[in-house]
């Protein structure tokens, strides 16, 4: 049998012999024709991606022109600190997720709607990371960039992150309808998520019971949502001092510094906890 070597279609290529790349190292890219280019690095311009391949022969390296429409997939390694980001993620240490995902989310940006990126899947924990932290204008931006991807996840994500922007510009009424408007229950991490939007939006409306309903359905339904846990407690320790629920609210603030004492809430429940504790004069 006669082997069929790759020969790039000359309209599509642009040659630069030797040439450099900014580009991010893949493992193979499949396009929706069935040709796969294996160890290829890709970069983008606008709706275009471009792959650097080797000249038949090995005499030096061109660059191939491909539109997005026509990439199947592409396979990139695992980043090695999306691993350690998932661990820190379970265990509602949002500070180390933010550090772990700074550089990665940034440079990655370009690539993030391409089939096969791990941006996704890192922007996802660092939005969980940047709403347990309270940076509430950050994470609505990320969420925006977050709806480019077309998918159930990321779509619902976004939907539920850009109610920041409503939040931060205390337009309340926004936020309620926006989170109503996705599934209290069984609608993933983007429902979790948009509940504890509707907490907090309720918690300044001073609607303390409806508030509590918002945070416990995120701790009783989206318990492995691990990096809103800890921030949905103090949300509830919130409600409960609003509703005068003493034994509740210090019972919560116990909680969140057992369970979760990596957490950025873990500090403050623990001096909360301290004066609660503390003889009264």
Do not use: H
């Not at 792959?51 to 030096?60: C, E, F, S």
């Not at 504890?196 to 949502?225: E, M, Q, W």
């Amino acid at each position: 049998m006669i082997a069929r070597c790759f020969r790039p279609p000359l309209l599509l290529c642009g040659i630069v012999l030797s040439m450099a790349t900014t580009g991010l190292k893949a493992q193979d890219v499949t396009t929706t024709d069935g040709q796969t280019y294996l160890n290829s690095s890709i970069r983008r311009s606008g709706e275009q991606f471009f792959i650097k391949v080797m000249v038949p022969g090995g005499t030096g390296s061109m660059e191939m022109g491909i539109p997005l429409a026509r990439i199947a997939k592409v396979s990139f390694p695992e980043p090695p600190e999306l691993v350690k980001a998932k661990a820190a993620a379970a265990k509602g240490y949002a500070a180390e997720v933010l550090s772990l995902t700074s550089d990665s989310v940034a440079k990655q940006a370009e690539l993030k709607d391409l089939p096969g990126s791990w941006w996704p899947e890192l922007a996802r924990l660092r939005l969980l990371a940047l709403v347990s932290e309270g940076k509430n204008s950050e994470s609505a931006e990320l969420a925006r960039q977050m709806g480019v991807v077309k998918s159930p996840l990321m779509e619902s994500l976004s939907r539920s992150g850009t109610l920041f922007t409503s939040f931060c510009a205390s337009d309340l009424q926004a936020v309620l309808v926006g989170a109503k408007a996705l599934p209290r229950i069984g609608g993933g991490e983007g429902s979790a998520l948009a509940q504890f939007v509707l907490g907090k939006a309720l918690l300044l409306k001073k609607d303390y019971p409806g508030a509590l309903r918002a945070f416990l359905t995120i701790k009783v339904f989206y318990p492995s949502v691990a990096l809103l846990q800890p921030a949905a407690m103090m949300g509830s320790y919130e409600a409960y001092v609003g509703v005068k629920d003493q034994k509740r609210a210090s019972q919560t603030l116990e909680d969140i510094v057992k369970d979760w004492p990596d957490s950025p809430q873990a500090p403050d429940a623990s001096k909360k906890q301290k004066i609660l504790q503390a003889p009264q004069t």
